[in-house]
């Protein structure tokens, strides 16, 4: 299948790399050019635009920072077309970006004017996950829209769920990562306390994950430096999921609470904590580095 993969980041990259593996012909852009030519080396086609890279594809995968690039790539900006109004052809698009669920349902609604399927897919799973093709894919969108994209999704994920009608997988995305980011600041804080009052960080990793407190972030992605090979921990919080990308999830779930008049004092916290981390510069480090937040002042 002809696919144009637009977005190479840490997450689309690995993606993007799954979906050749699989034996499909992708076309690839960016606006970095050493992530296109990493894509080069593992057999993608490059071309010179996103519009270029669309033509002729049977399927546009999108894989994007905000909201506001998805409206630029799909609606167009400034007065230049987007491309909505420049494909040939019906292809299948899919955006995987986590943006607020207004954003996919406007664009949803101005593919389906047009005659295009447009599905709001986002992920879970973290670059591990994209990297081992492990992905949990959470789907809004039409039902046979939804099974047309299936085998593809599974080319790139485990776990595939349709949420719901459009904008339905960016809510349930948002929910998963207010959730996320309120365990990863309890885990650091726990672990910090720990520490502070004698505890070895491993021992009490260890029973914290055999206890009640066990928790994802705790067992696969444990924020202390030198418990969990491999971790982003353990790699100076170099790559994964960044602290800035978690705020701005936050951000959304906080935007999500207002419009619908829910309480989320938790969210709100974990929001504040990680605003207040990237703040002081640790933006465009992995999220878990929130561990850094709770030991100011300790000779680490």
Known sequence: MNIAFIGL?????PMAINLLKAGHDVTVFDLVEEA??????EGASRAGSAEAAASGAEV???????????????????GAPGLLDALDGRPLLIDSSTIAPD???????AAAERGFTYLDAPVSGGVGGAKAGTLTFIVGGDPAGFEQGRP??????????????????QVAKICNNMLLGILMSGTAEALAL????GMDPAVLSEIMKQSSGGNWALNVYNPWPGVMEGSAASRDYQGGFLTDLMAKD????????LGSKSSVPMGSQARNLFALHSAQGSGQLDFSSIQALYRQGEDK
């Open 9 to 13: 980041g840490n997450m689309g990259a």
């Open 36 to 41: 296109i030519q990493a894509l080069e080396a």
């Open 60 to 78: 546009v995968i999108s894989m994007l920072p905000a909201g506001a690039h998805v409206q630029s790539l799909y609606l167009g900006r400034d």
């Open 103 to 109: 954003d996919a349902r406007l664009v949803a609604a």
């Open 152 to 169: 593809l999704l599974e080319a790139m994920g485990k776990n595939i769920f349709h949420a719901g009608e459009s904008g339905a997988g």
């Open 194 to 197: 720990g520490v502070k009052n």
């Open 250 to 257: 936050l951000g959304l779930a906080w935007e999500l609470a």
